[in-house]
């Protein structure tokens, strides 16, 4: 019996096997299921591991944050002093911990409001002008953070320019403006205490649209010339140090189309690039991204993407919606027709890594008032978006809470926001051709703002991306893999130190999140926080280190 128990069938032998190979398969696929899962967990953690905070009043000014990355943070403002027809501005320096390393003030001419600010090879560059008037002063402060000193410059340009760009090379400041209608480069020695206007560029039927310093101590111009739908160009100029021109590239925008926005790459690839955005005619909503790389020796052909090609761009429409709109572009697209979507879309920056290029843009909802427009030519599409090219937090110049160096343009008064409506970023990847290689999104939450701030931003690591944006009270978070595809997404609150304190409020106005330096984000704004333990109240200004493993 014991003998006959033994000898079972081949065929239920074979079944078994089976069956036990069964379960190793799911058990295998279930572990790998479960590693897949924790490696895409524990690649987006998020950590606070630092906050700084310091007491606010409702009649303070608000702080204006500029990023050294791995040395720290700047934080200035204006604090209402005045002694013998100044006034003085607080500036505190921060180390990447988020430590008070530097506290000094600087005393500012009265009449003098801040254009901009630059960070560059230790120092931090703060610049001072008094308003629209013929001879105005423009007041630059040096600050070197390592020898804890700071040194002013004061001068007055011969020629009346409207600012619109500012940054520093060496020991160059470069001023990018109008003067009249037309663009020009104004260069400021900070050794030896003198302007000059760079010969060249002062010329009629060309828009001046970025400025932007190299990583090799020269700088790049982008104009665009001609102002009919016929014969338009993209011009882009590279100068060394001194404002000699070493490089010219004109480069042709197809017939019917208008470049409205434009950003160059810094050269730390070999490769320089320009991405903005394009559009048919003369409408102040962009059609697409386009994109081209730089070269002088050949004729180069310009990329052009409308939104519907994008893969993500939509995806802040619900999913029929985005469906009809793709397939519409591709009907409209397959008999030789214009796309008919378009969107306001604002560039924020372009990174370079060892693959190639991202570019970061906004999309916006905009609604105007007193749109009066005395540009002689039309709508003018290079200030036709009221807050200028640069963007908001990215550029150096702008800041709606003291002045806007905007306002006027040089074409006469744009249409005034009532309201901006925050919709989604838009984050691109570009080959070192310059050609669209994927491209991913994150939809924003209800923000509505008064005027064009910068709220998201993004950083890539361990083969993922970290896109986050902030509202009133919570950091969005979402992690994507190269094409797009979401692996994580939640929301997290700014912590506090004391864990006997909770948030009251916090203010909706001037808040945001900030890439800063490696796999570390900045979130800052306003909050009432309570002490539950004292029983008592106080506001802060807050600035909380935000680490992604």
């Given at each position: 019996?014991?003998h ?17 190979l069964?379960?190793?398969?799911v ?14 967990n524990?690649?987006?953690?998020i950590?606070?591991?630092?906050r ?9 000014h ?10 720290g ?14 006034k003085?501005w ?8 988020l ?20 960070y560059r ?13 013929a ?5 630059i402060?040096?600050?070197?953070l390592?020898?804890?000193?700071f ?5 007055k ?22 003067i009249?209608?037309?663009?020009a ?12 206007i ?15 310093v190299n990583?090799n101590e ?5 104009l665009?010339?001609?102002r ?21 590239d ?17 050269l ?8 903005g ?27 052009y993407?409308?939104f ?5 761009f ?31 879309l ?6 370079e ?21 005395s540009?002689p ?11 200028g090219?640069?963007?908001?937090g990215?550029?150096p110049?702008?800041y ?5 160096p ?12 009532a309201?901006i409506?925050?919709?989604s ?9 310059g050609k669209?290689?994927?491209d991913?999104s ?13 709220i ?7 083969g993922f ?10 950091i969005?978070?979402?992690v994507?893999?190269?094409?797009g ?14 864990p006997?304190e909770?948030?009251r ?19 800052y ?25």
């Amino acid at each position: 019996m014991r003998h006959l128990r033994l000898q079972i069938p081949n065929y239920k032998l074979e079944i078994a096997h089976c069956v036990l190979l069964g379960v190793k398969f799911v058990i295998c696929n279930l572990k790998f299921v479960i590693l897949v899962f924790l490696s895409f967990n524990l690649s987006a953690q998020i950590s606070q591991p630092a906050r700084y905070e310091h007491a606010h009043k409702n009649n303070d000014h608000e702080f204006i944050i500029i990023s050294m990355g791995e040395q720290g943070l700047a934080l200035m403002r204006d604090i209402e002093k005045y002694e013998n027809g100044k006034k003085d501005w607080e500036v505190i320096f921060l180390d990447s911990a988020l430590q008070e390393i530097w506290s000094t003030k600087i005393a500012v001419q009265q009449r003098m409001n801040i254009l901009g600010h630059e960070y560059r090879d230790g120092n931090v560059y703060l610049v001072f002008q008094e308003p629209e008037s013929a001879g105005r002063s423009v007041g630059i402060f040096e600050l070197n953070l390592r020898d804890q000193l700071f040194k002013e410059h004061l001068f007055k340009p011969e020629l009346s320019i409207h600012f619109t760009q500012f940054s520093v090379l060496k020991t160059k400041a470069i001023f990018g403006g109008y003067i009249n209608k037309e663009p020009a480069l104004l260069q400021y020695d900070l050794n030896e205490e003198k302007a000059r206007i760079i010969p060249g560029v002062f010329q009629p039927n060309v828009d001046l649209v970025d400025v932007r310093v190299n990583s090799n101590e020269t700088f790049n111009m982008l104009l665009v010339e001609g102002r009919s739908n016929k014969s338009k160009k993209l011009i882009a100029r590279t100068f060394d140090a001194n404002g000699v021109m070493l490089v010219e590239d004109a480069i042709a925008i197809e017939e019917g189309k208008t470049v409205l926005e434009a950003i160059s790459s810094s050269l730390i690839r070999d490769e320089l690039i320009i991405i903005g955005t394009w559009t048919y005619g003369s409408t102040k909503q962009a059609a697409g991204i386009f994109s081209v790389v730089v070269d002088p020796f050949h004729e180069q052909k310009v990329n052009y993407y409308d939104f519907a090609l994008l893969n993500h761009f939509l995806d802040y429409f619900k999913p029929k919606r985005a469906a009809k709109i793709k397939a519409k572009a591709d009907w409209r697209r397959s008999v030789g027709k214009p796309p008919e979507f378009r969107a306001y879309l604002s560039g924020i920056k372009i990174e370079e890594t060892k693959d190639g290029f991202s570019f970061l843009g906004e999309v916006y909802e905009a609604s105007y008032y007193n749109s009066r427009n005395s540009y002689p030519y039309g709508s003018n599409p290079y200030y036709s978006n009221p807050y200028g090219f640069y963007p908001y937090g990215f550029s150096p110049m702008p800041y709606r809470y003291y002045n806007n160096p905007y306002y006027p343009t040089p074409y006469g008064s744009p249409a005034q926001v009532a309201e901006i409506r925050m919709i989604s970023s838009s984050l691109l990847f570009f080959d070192t051709q310059g050609k669209l290689v994927s491209d991913q999104s994150l939809k924003f939450p209800e923000i509505k703002l008064s005027s064009k701030e910068q709220i998201s931003d993004f950083i890539t690591h361990n083969g993922f991306t970290t896109m986050v944006s902030k509202d009133e009270k919570e950091i969005q978070v979402k992690v994507n893999e190269k094409d797009g595809t979401t692996v994580k997404e939640e929301k997290v609150k700014p912590e506090l130190k004391n864990p006997n304190e909770t948030i009251r409020s916090e203010s909706d106005d001037n808040t945001g999140i900030r890439a800063w330096f490696g796999q570390y984000f900045y979130v800052y704004g306003y909050q009432a926080v309570r002490d539950n333990v004292k029983k008592t109240s106080h506001d802060v200004f807050y600035i909380n280190k935000v680490k992604v493993d």
